[in-house]
C-alpha cells in the first residue's frame, strides 16, 4: 500500500499549518486511512523554531477534541521536497517562500490548501486577525476537500 506523504506550510508553523496537520491527521484517522498517510507540518521562516503550537491554536484544537502535544515549529528545507508527495502551503507568501527554499517545483507538488476548495484563496491568518474560528473553518474544508481530491 502506497503511503501519501504530505507536508503543511505556513510562516512560523505556530498556528496554520499545525492547525492543518492535526486537523488532517485526525481526518484520516476517523476515515480509517492514517495507515495510508504520513503527515507533518513547517514553516518558511526561522522566527518560532523550537516554540510549541501558539496556545489559541492548541484551544482551537483541543476544543475540537484534537491533541497537537509535543509540537514544536521547525524549518522546511530542501530536502523536505525530495521527502513529500505534496508540500502543501497556507497562502501566497508562503507558496513564494516554498518555491525559493525549494529551488522551484518541477513535479509541481507545491500546492495552496484552499485551491482544494470552491473558494480557492488563502487560510486566514489568525496571527493578524485574531480570528481562530475562521482559520479552523479553512483548515477544516481545506483538509476535507484535499482529503477527498487523493
Not at 509541481?108 to 480570528?131: E, F, H, N, Q, S
Amino acid at each position: 500500500m502506497k503511503t501519501t506523504s504530505i507536508l503543511f506550510v505556513c510562516h512560523g508553523n505556530i498556528c496554520r499549518s499545525p492547525m492543518a496537520e492535526f486537523v488532517m491527521k485526525d481526518i484520516v484517522e476517523k476515515a480509517g486511512l492514517s495507515a495510508r498517510f504520513h503527515i507533518e507540518s513547517a514553516a518558511t521562516s526561522t522566527e518560532e523554531i523550537g516554540n510549541e503550537v501558539y496556545p489559541p491554536a492548541r484551544r482551537k484544537l483541543a476544543g475540537h477534541g484534537i491533541s497537537c502535544k509535543g509540537k514544536t515549529a521547525r524549518q522546511m528545507t530542501a530536502t523536505d521536497y525530495g521527502r513529500f508527495d505534496l508540500l502543501i502551503g497556507m497562502d501566497t507568501w508562503n507558496i513564494r517562500n516554498m518555491n525559493r527554499i525549494c529551488g522551484g517545483d518541477p513535479e509541481g507538488k507545491i500546492r495552496k490548501l484552499m485551491d482544494y476548495t470552491r473558494r480557492p484563496g488563502d487560510v486566514a491568518d489568525p496571527w493578524y486577525t485574531g480570528d481562530f474560528e475562521a482559520t479552523w473553518r479553512d483548515v477544516l474544508e481545506g483538509c476535507t476537500a484535499l482529503l477527498q481530491s487523493l
